[in-house]
Every structure is written in structure tokens, then in C-alpha cells.
């Protein structure tokens, strides 16, 4: 006896087909937002672990920028008192050169030369003397060129003939002269410095 399928087969092979095919797209719908929601909660503590990172170096710059500040301070307060002992220094050697300015003065003057006055401005020294003749100038004006260490750029101004009385009854011919030297600052040293020469010490307080 055959059997004969009235049911419309074909109908029911395609509602097959279309539950088949409902379920792979839901199967798909939900592992996407699975995978989703995963890749989400990833980016999620990748933010939450970055955010605290950011946390961390802003917390470390802050400090960073405390210690700088403090640094800055101590750098000007110590500026301030290289400047206070470099005063100190300086108002120390400006009371020595007039020592060192004689003490000079008398070892580069030549025998029978003498100084009537004397004038300074600054590192510029201007001065007078008696000499017995031209001849003395121009060599105390060669030993202030050449033998000094503390004199620089002589220039004579003046020299006329005078005369001066050496006795009660006796005067001879001398001559009379004006000129002008600097001084050479950078050979000042400091008066603790031990290099520096027995007058500065004796002088120093």
C-alpha cells in the first residue's frame, strides 16, 4: 500500500529553512554583542588603568613642580649672597689699591724722582712729580710700560723746567712733569688669597 504525503512539503521544507536561518542570525546577534560588550569592557579598563596612570604622573609632576620651586628659591637666595660677597670682595680690594698703587709707584719711581701729587678716578691715576732731569721721566715712564704689573697705559702730559730750592743758599734746574696711567685691575687679588703680597696683609684689618 503507498503512502502519499498530502502536506505541502515544500511549504514546510521552507518554514524549515527560514527557522534554520532565524536562529543563525540570532546565534550571530548574540555573539556579536557578547564580543561587544567585551571588546567595550576592554576599552573600559584600558581607560580605568590609563586614567589612573594620568593620575599618577599629574600627582608626581605636582611634586616635581614643588621641589623646582623650591630649587628656583634656593638658586635667587644664593645668587643673592654670591652677589653680597662679590660686594664684600670688591669694597675689600677697593680699599687695598691705594696700597698696592704706592707700594708700585715706589719701586717703579727712578733715584732722584719724586711725586707731589697724586689723583685718582676709578682705574685712571693721574700725577705730578719733580725730576732732575727729562731723562728720569722717560725712564720711569719706560718702567711703568714695561716693568710694571700693576700699571698700564702711561702717557706723559706735561714736563716744563723749574727750580728747586735744595738748601738755604743752593738751587738747581729740575723739571717738572704731569702723566697719566691706569691701572690693571685684573692683577688685584683678594686679600685672603695666598698669593698675594706681604703689604696686603699687613694692611688687611
Not at 4 to 11: E, G, K, V
Not at 102 to 118: N, R
Request: net charge positive.
Amino acid at each position: 500500500m503507498s503512502l502519499i504525503n498530502l502536506l505541502p512539503h515544500r511549504a514546510a521544507a521552507k518554514k524549515l529553512r527560514l527557522d534554520l536561518f532565524n536562529r543563525h542570525l540570532g546565534y550571530s546577534a548574540l555573539i556579536g554583542l557578547l564580543l561587544a560588550l567585551a571588546i567595550f569592557l576592554f576599552l573600559q579598563e584600558k581607560i580605568s588603568k590609563q586614567q589612573k596612570s594620568n593620575q599618577r604622573l599629574q600627582s608626581h609632576i605636582a611634586l616635581l613642580d614643588h621641589k623646582i620651586k623650591d630649587i628656583e628659591a634656593l638658586q635667587k637666595e644664593n645668587q643673592a649672597l654670591l652677589i653680597r660677597q662679590q660686594a664684600v670682595e670688591d669694597l675689600q680690594l677697593e680699599r687695598n689699591i691705594p696700597v698696592y698703587l704706592m707700594t708700585e709707584l715706589a719701586k717703579q719711581l727712578p733715584e732722584g724722582v719724586y711725586i707731589t701729587s697724586l689723583r685718582m678716578d676709578k682705574d685712571k691715576v693721574t700725577l705730578q712729580g719733580v725730576s732732575p732731569s727729562a731723562e728720569k721721566v722717560a725712564d720711569f715712564l719706560q718702567n711703568m710700560g714695561v716693568d710694571s704689573t700693576w700699571f698700564t697705559r702711561p702717557e706723559l702730559l706735561e714736563v716744563v723746567s723749574s727750580s728747586a730750592n735744595l738748601a738755604a743758599k743752593a738751587a738747581r734746574k729740575v723739571s717738572g712733569f704731569s702723566l697719566r696711567f691706569q691701572l690693571k685691575r685684573s692683577n688685584l687679588v683678594s686679600p685672603a688669597d695666598s698669593t698675594a703680597p706681604e703689604v696686603t696683609k699687613r694692611s688687611s684689618p
